[in-house]
C-alpha cells in the first residue's frame, strides 16, 4: 500500500487556506479537513465544544488549545486510510505539538499575504454556511448575488469577518503563528509562499506537492520491490 501523503496548510485569516484546499484537494485528490468547518458543525450542533467554542469566536479570539485538539484529535482518527490536507489547524504550538503526537506531516504549507490584501478580501467574502462554499465579490463571485451557486440559498458574511473582530484575530494570529512556523521549519517541511494573489501562488504550490507526492509514491513502490 501506498504511503499516506499528510500536510497542513497554515495562514492567517482570508490569507486563501480555504480557496487553496479546496483545488490541492481537486488536483491531488486529498481529503480537504477544515478545521474552521468542524468548529461551525460544532457550534450548529450545539455540542459542549462548540458552545464553548462559540463565545470565544464572537470575541474574534482562538479557541482553547484543550477545545480545539478534543475537537480535531478525534476526526483524524477517522482518517487514519486517507491522505489529507487540514486547513486552519495548528494555529498555536500546543496544537501542533499535540498534531505531531498523533501522525507525521509530510509538508506544512505557510500562507505569507499583506494585511490590506487580507482586509480587502475579507470585506467582499460571502459563505454558504451549510456547505462552507466561500465567495468574493471581487474574486469569485456567486452567479446571483448573495445566493449559493448549487443551492440557491442565502449568503451570510460571517461575524469573525468584520472589520473590528479582524483586527483583533490578526494580531493574535501573528503572536501564535511564529512558534508554530518554527515548529516546522525545524521539522524541514515547512514551504511558505508570499503573494497578494493565489492565482500566483497556486502553481508554486502545485509543483512543491506534484514533487513531494510522486517522491513517496515511487519510494512505496521500491519499498514494495524489495
Ligand atoms: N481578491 C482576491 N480574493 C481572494 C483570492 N484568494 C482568495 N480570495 C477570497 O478571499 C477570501 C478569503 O479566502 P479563504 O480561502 O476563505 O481564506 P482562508 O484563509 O480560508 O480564511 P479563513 O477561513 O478566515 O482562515 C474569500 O472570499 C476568497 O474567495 C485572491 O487571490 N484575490
Ligand atoms: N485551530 C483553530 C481553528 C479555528 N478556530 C476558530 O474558528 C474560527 C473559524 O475558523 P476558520 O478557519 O473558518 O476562520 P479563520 O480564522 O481562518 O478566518 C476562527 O476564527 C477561530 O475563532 C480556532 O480558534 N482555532
Not at 31 to 52: C, Y
Not at 140 to 163: A, Y
Not at 214 to 219: A, K, N
Request: hydrophobic residues 35%.
Amino acid at each position: 500500500m501506498s504511503k499516506l501523503f499528510r500536510a497542513v496548510i497554515m495562514g492567517p485569516p482570508g490569507s486563501g487556506k480555504g480557496t487553496i484546499s479546496e483545488r490541492i484537494a481537486h488536483s491531488f485528490g486529498l481529503k480537504h479537513l477544515s478545521s474552521g468547518d468542524f468548529v461551525r458543525e460544532n457550534i450548529a450542533a450545539k455540542t459542549e465544544a462548540g458552545v464553548l467554542a462559540k463565545t470565544y469566536i464572537k470575541k474574534g479570539l482562538l479557541v482553547p488549545d484543550h477545545v480545539m485538539t478534543r475537537l480535531l484529535l478525534p476526526r483524524l482518527e477517522e482518517m487514519t486510510k486517507y491522505s489529507w490536507l487540514l486547513d486552519g489547524f495548528p494555529r498555536t504550538l500546543a496544537q501542533a505539538e499535540a498534531l505531531n503526537s498523533a501522525c507525521d506531516l509530510d509538508v506544512a504549507i505557510n500562507l505569507n499575504i499583506p494585511l490590506e490584501t487580507l482586509k480587502e478580501r475579507l470585506q467582499h467574502r460571502w459563505i454558504h454556511p451549510p456547505s462552507g462554499r466561500v465567495y468574493n465579490m471581487c474574486f469569485n463571485p456567486p452567479h446571483v448575488q448573495g445566493k449559493d451557486d448549487i443551492t440557491g440559498e442565502p449568503l451570510i458574511q460571517q461575524e469573525d469577518d468584520r472589520p473590528e473582530a479582524l483586527v483583533a484575530r490578526l494580531r493574535h494570529y501573528k503572536d501564535v503563528a511564529k512558534p508554530v512556523i518554527d515548529f516546522y521549519k525545524a521539522k524541514g517541511i515547512l514551504y511558505t509562499f508570499s503573494d497578494t494573489e493565489t492565482d500566483r501562488i497556486w502553481p508554486n504550490i502545485s509543483t512543491l506537492l506534484s514533487t513531494k507526492i510522486s517522491t513517496i509514491q515511487s519510494d512505496a513502490r521500491c519499498a514494495s520491490t524489495h
